[in-house]
Nanobody, 119 residues
């Protein structure tokens, strides 16, 4: 099993910044991909950003140029630096990892952390 612990959500004014972090632990041989997704009320869950073990990144169109994803392979952590936040960034943000483990590869989700952008 793999456990994900997210931190860093909260309330911020438009134009402000937040940094989300997610730490993975448990039966992990290697983490192929780490990422963040978000879900706003009444909407489907959408991609925010992903990062592969080698560092290749992918961003959702709505966050390009404002958000930056990074990871620490030694610590099995992923971070999301969110700048120039907008009210439409308000959502629950979920950490996701795709891991190699004994047996089949696993796909795991965090419990979610609320980000609210409001004045």
């Amino acid at each position: 099993q793999v456990q994900l612990v997210e931190s860093g959500g909260g309330l911020v004014q438009p134009g402000g910044s937040l940094r989300l972090s997610c730490a993975a632990s448990g039966s992990i041989l290697s983490i192929y991909a780490m990422g963040w997704y978000r879900q706003a009320p009444g909407k489907q869950r959408e991609l925010v950003a992903t990062i592969m073990r080698g560092g290749r990144t992918n961003y959702g169109d709505s966050v390009k140029g404002r958000f930056t994803i990074s990871r620490d392979n030694a610590e099995n952590t992923v971070h999301l630096q969110m700048n120039s936040l907008k009210p439409e960034d308000t959502a629950v943000y979920y950490c996701n990892v795709h891991v190699a483990q004994i047996g089949p590869d696993g796909d795991y989700w965090g419990q979610g952390t609320q980000v609210t952008v409001s004045s």
